[in-house]
């Protein structure tokens, strides 16, 4: 099995998948209209979708109040200070750094909703 997608109820899909495709390199590949307003949006190398969609409107978690280490998306970054810098100037909001002893870096960010991002430069990769 592969994984096709993640999925997450959001407040703004519209004004979400933007943000992540101005700022974290998505396009969206699927978008179904209307109340719902789905998008699915593919990373750089289309090898890994993302769901956003507004259903049910009254069930759309707390993304902010939530502990970043419950939920996030984690992004490889090549440079995760100037990465955070550009999410930041973008609305983000910094969480924190952590190095690790095997040389790794991650850099925990909030989307503008909320929503908790990790960038991370992996001293050694994970695949």
Same mark, same amino acid.
């Given at each position: 099995?592969? %994984? &096709?997608?993640?999925?997450?109820?959001?407040?703004?899909?519209?004004?979400?998948?933007?943000?992540y495709c101005k700022n974290l390199g998505f396009t969206v590949v699927k978008h179904i209209p209307g109340p719902h307003e789905v998008h699915f949006l593919a990373d750089e190398d289309k090898s890994m979708? %993302? &769901?956003?969609?507004?259903?049910p409107p009254e069930q759309v978690p707390d993304y902010a109040s939530m502990d970043p280490l419950i939920l996030h998306v984690a992004f490889y970054s090549e440079n995760p200070d100037a990465d955070c810098k550009k999410l930041e100037e973008a609305g983000a909001t910094l969480v924190?750094?952590?190095?690790?002893?095997?040389?790794?870096?991650?850099?925990?960010?909030?989307?503008?909703?909320?929503?908790?991002?990790?960038?991370?430069?992996?001293?050694?990769?994970?695949?």
């Open positions: 099995m592969k %994984i &096709e997608h993640i999925a997450y109820n959001v407040s703004d899909p519209v004004a979400i998948a933007d943000w979708i %993302i &769901e956003m969609y507004h259903n924190g750094h952590t190095h690790l002893d095997d040389g790794s870096h991650l850099a925990m960010l909030r989307d503008p909703w909320g929503f908790s991002i990790q960038l991370c430069k992996r001293g050694t990769p994970l695949v």
